[in-house]
């Protein structure tokens, strides 16, 4: 199983950036798909995330400037990235959870089984 983000990269506060998370190895149409984002001497937290069904959970912090979205047919999740700021800035990882009951809210990374190897986003001001 893989999950591979791309799309990273340095970009001017205000501007935008799409991420992309390319999945293979199993068929992730019934998984939660999700973003993390990790800055330097911070702890792993969530971002964003969706279920299987399209509903979708953000962070307060990406909630109105961040938006998650999946090609179920293509295993692919997509996180659009608009208004950035410098406090953006982090490796963000795609992760993937098997998970299938009724809770819809902010993922817990320690219970993730599946990470993608992170990508670079630079915020400059």
């Known amino acids: 199983v893989q999950l591979q983000a791309s799309g990273g990269g340095l970009v001017q506060a205000g501007g935008s950036l799409k991420l992309s998370c390319a999945a293979s190895g199993r068929t992730f149409s019934t998984y939660i798909m999700g973003w993390f984002r990790q800055a330097p001497g911070k702890e792993r937290e969530f971002v964003a995330a969706?279920?299987?069904?399209?509903?979708?959970y953000y962070a307060s912090s990406a909630k109105g400037r961040f938006t998650i979205s999946r090609d179920s047919p293509k295993n692919t999740v997509f996180l659009q990235m608009n208004s950035l700021k410098p406090e953006d800035t982090a490796v963000y990882y795609c992760?993937?959870?098997?998970?299938?009951?009724?809770?819809?809210?902010?993922?817990?990374?320690?219970?993730?089984?599946?990470w993608g190897k992170g990508t670079q986003v630079t915020v400059s001001s």
């Open positions: 992760a993937a959870d098997p998970y299938s009951g009724s809770y819809i809210g902010p993922l817990i990374w320690s219970l993730i089984h599946y």
């Open positions: 969706i279920w299987s069904g399209g509903d979708t």
